[in-house]
């Protein structure tokens, strides 16, 4: 795969696997970024994943721009993708439409199908978790159907509650914790991503594959008594 460097201010440098935004492309950079991480590299600080890029910060005390640009580059060059592992296959359930997914109904009528096609073309996808941002824990994930694809909303909402699922053009993702957003909300999960009174505060980690199911209220309500 062609990759490229490009400095990003005076302590980062960005690594760009091409143009294309795909299971292939994020396996790269979820890879690279392990591999830098278990080498324990003196003088990189950070990576943080993007959808086709891995941004490096690093202390250029401790180790040159040189340098850096010559580590990562033979590490690219030795990592075997055949080798590559994710992490979990999580189940998230999701109670879809009416008040939990105020979107669907518009979802559906911009895509010329019916709610329950939505559902169904939601649910059927394996959706990998390309990387974490926005928010903490917020995946955005990989392997929406293009027949669901839709564009955010013109007015993003001031509250989008913590769970809710939704779509903007074609990625969908989850929010983890209440706040603004503009995507287009199809359901709510009851399951929470992020706890920060947890060891491990996120559900989700790059690599992690996710399978949404659809339930009813009373199985949604039963989920959040038994978390309680």
């Given at each position: 795969m062609?990759?490229?460097?490009k400095?990003?201010g005076?302590?980062?440098?960005?690594?760009?696997?091409?143009?294309q935004?795909?299971?292939?492309t994020s396996?790269?950079?979820?890879?690279?970024?392990?591999?830098?991480?278990a080498?324990a590299?003196?003088?990189?600080?950070?990576?943080?994943l993007?959808y086709?890029t891995?941004?490096i910060?690093?202390?250029p005390?401790?180790?040159t721009?040189?340098?850096?640009?010559?580590?990562?580059?033979?590490l690219?060059?030795?990592?075997?993708?055949s080798?590559f592992?994710g992490?979990?296959?999580?189940?998230i359930?999701?109670?879809?439409?009416?008040?939990?997914?105020?979107d669907?109904?518009?979802?559906?009528?911009?895509?010329?199908?019916?709610?329950d096609e939505?559902i169904d073309l939601?649910?059927a996808?394996?959706?990998?978790?390309?990387?974490?941002g926005?928010?903490?824990g917020f995946?955005?994930?990989?392997?929406?159907?293009d027949?669901?694809a839709?564009?955010?909303?013109?007015?993003?909402?001031?509250?989008?509650y913590?769970?809710?699922?939704?779509?903007a053009?074609?990625q969908t993702?989850?929010?983890?914790?209440?706040?603004p957003?503009?995507?287009?909300?199809?359901?709510?999960?009851?399951i929470s991503?992020?706890?920060?009174?947890?060891a491990k505060?996120?559900l989700?980690?790059?690599?992690?594959?996710i399978?949404?199911?659809?339930?009813?209220k009373?199985?949604?309500?039963?989920?959040?008594?038994?978390?309680?």
């Amino acid at each position: 795969m062609d990759y490229s460097f490009k400095l990003a201010g005076d302590q980062s440098v960005v690594v760009k696997f091409g143009n294309q935004m795909n299971e292939h492309t994020s396996q790269t950079v979820q890879k690279l970024s392990k591999v830098i991480e278990a080498k324990a590299i003196i003088g990189i600080e950070e990576v943080i994943l993007g959808y086709t890029t891995l941004l490096i910060h690093y202390n250029p005390l401790k180790i040159t721009y040189r340098d850096l640009l010559t580590t990562v580059d033979l590490l690219i060059k030795e990592m075997d993708l055949s080798k590559f592992k994710g992490n979990n296959t999580i189940e998230i359930p999701v109670l879809y439409g009416n008040d939990t997914g105020p979107d669907l109904a518009d979802v559906a009528r911009i895509n010329n199908l019916t709610p329950d096609e939505v559902i169904d073309l939601h649910t059927a996808p394996f959706y990998s978790v390309y990387f974490l941002g926005f928010s903490p824990g917020f995946p955005f994930l990989g392997g929406l159907n293009d027949k669901i694809a839709t564009e955010r909303l013109d007015s993003p909402r001031n509250r989008v509650y913590a769970g809710s699922v939704g779509i903007a053009n074609n990625q969908t993702g989850i929010y983890p914790v209440t706040s603004p957003g503009g995507w287009r909300i199809i359901g709510r999960t009851p399951i929470s991503l992020f706890n920060p009174n947890s060891a491990k505060p996120f559900l989700l980690s790059p690599g992690d594959t996710i399978k949404f199911k659809s339930v009813t209220k009373k199985e949604y309500d039963e989920i959040i008594v038994k978390q309680d």
